[in-house]
């Protein structure tokens, strides 16, 4: 009897620690801004393109597009930023991955690239690409970056200017 108590009350903490965790909000955060900078600086440095530097307007905007995702707990990108602002989105599980493999994880897309005209730059029809040519555009030259999370998932919006993934265009 005591050991099925015991069970019960463990499963009811797990149950209840798994819809009680903690929403959070990171965009101003040094470590968080330093990740972030220098993963998508390690890929530009990689191509001999100058470095990007952090924003706290585009981090603001990038913001106020993850507290919108967290809350509809769906990614979908924000369309009345296209052609003003480029975005990257990223969303998993909350607390599972650290800033570096989230973007690290745009940046793996380089593996399906192939240098040529926009969009024609992956390795086949399916490549998904836009995420990395995002991050390398030359004529981007500023990014700005939000985490937010409802709990159960974290959203990483990035917001670039100039924007890229300019169709006809040459990403560097």
Not at 55 to 60: D, V, Y
Not at 82 to 95: I, P
Not at 145 to 165: I, M
Not at 166 to 172: A, R, S
Request: net charge neutral; glycine share 8%.
């Amino acid at each position: 009897m005591r050991l099925n108590s015991l069970l019960i009350i463990f499963l009811l903490s797990f149950v209840l620690h798994g819809y009680s965790q903690t929403k959070k909000t990171v965009y101003k955060d040094s470590d968080f801004i330093e990740a972030v900078l220098k993963q998508h600086n390690t890929y530009r440095e990689a191509l001999q393109l100058p470095a990007l530097v952090w924003s706290p307007a585009l981090a603001t905007d990038a913001l106020a597009w993850g507290q919108h995702l967290a809350e509809l707990d769906k990614g979908q990108h924000d369309q009345s930023a296209r052609g003003k602002e480029g975005e990257n989105l990223w969303w998993g599980t909350a607390d599972a991955y650290s800033y570096a493999d989230m973007v690290g994880m745009w940046g793996n897309e380089k593996n399906s690239f192939k240098y040529g005209v926009f969009p024609d730059v992956g390795t086949s029809r399916s490549a998904m690409v836009g995420h990395y040519t995002q991050m390398v555009w030359k004529n981007t030259t500023a990014v700005g970056c939000a985490l937010v999370s409802n709990g159960k998932t974290d959203f990483l919006v990035c917001r670039y200017s100039t924007p890229g993934n300019v169709i006809g265009e040459k990403p560097y």
